[in-house]
């Protein structure tokens, strides 16, 4: 079975400054997707981004980008010139092949200092 | 719809009791996915719809939860004589096919058990 490893609880990064978030992962499987998702106190879950691990070029969204290192089943979210509204917990998540569903690493809580 | 909708969004319940929660998924999207989030934690797998069938129960927790989901429509997801440990809020999901462009989660359901 495939599983998510987010081995730090928290996280806490200046605003403006720079931060990264840790992700691995495992599986047995050839292709697949990965996703970082923010979750606000709202509740509500929203994706940041998404890789293809068929892709070697690490995706990019504006101030997020991700370093996707295949072999090392490793998946990291770097947050640049950090902001208030980034306050949050992010999930790693991956997805497998048909059928399959997003499996979720436990989470990080990111909080930003004024 | 243009979102993801979910009620109620709260729900406070006596201990023994069912209850009933709503999801209401992006129009289009044949997969509808049902998550648990106790708190400080990650997302646990449920049930997952590929329209009115589940390919995957695989994670509901016990005989007491049973979820339908009617076409490619509205699901619900129904809790019987609920536990104090069920207490936890409840996310849904909906995406296109498999999801590989991530999935549209709710708000979600806080469900309380007293």
């Known amino acids: 079975a495939q599983t998510v490893t987010q081995s730090q609880p928290e996280m806490s990064v200046q605003e403006a400054e720079t931060v990264t978030l840790s992700c691995t992962y495992d599986?047995?499987?050839?292709?697949?997707?990965l996703f970082w998702y923010k979750q606000p106190p709202s509740r509500q879950m929203i994706l940041v981004i998404r890789?293809?691990?068929?892709?070697?070029q690490n995706a990019t969204e504006n101030r997020f980008s991700v370093n996707f290192q295949k072999a090392a089943k490793s998946f990291s979210l770097k947050i640049s010139d950090s902001q208030l509204g980034d306050a949050a917990m992010y999930f790693c998540?991956?997805?497998?092949?048909?059928?399959?569903?997003?499996?979720f690493g436990k989470g990080i809580t990111l909080s930003v200092r004024p | 719809g243009a979102g993801v909708s979910q009620s109620p969004s709260n729900k406070v319940t006596e201990k023994g009791k069912d209850v009933e929660l709503r999801c209401d998924p992006i129009?289009?999207?044949?997969?509808l996915y049902w998550y648990r989030q106790r708190l400080g934690q990650g997302l646990e797998f449920l049930i997952y719809?590929?329209?009115?069938?589940?390919?995957?129960k695989s994670g509901l927790p016990s005989d007491r939860f049973s979820a339908e989901r009617t076409g490619e429509s509205v699901s619900t997801l129904t809790i019987q004589r609920t536990q104090q440990e069920d207490s936890a809020v409840y996310l849904c999901?909906?995406?296109?096919?498999?999801?590989?462009?991530?999935?549209?989660f709710g708000s979600g359901t806080r469900l309380t058990v007293v």
């Open positions: 599986t047995s499987e050839s292709d697949y997707y």
């Open positions: 999901a909906s995406s296109l096919d498999h999801g590989d462009y991530g999935y549209t």
């Open positions: 998540a991956y997805l497998g092949g048909a059928n399959s569903k997003l499996t």
């Open positions: 890789q293809e691990a068929y892709k070697q």
């Open positions: 719809f590929q329209g009115n069938s589940a390919p995957d």
């Open positions: 129009s289009g999207h044949t997969a």
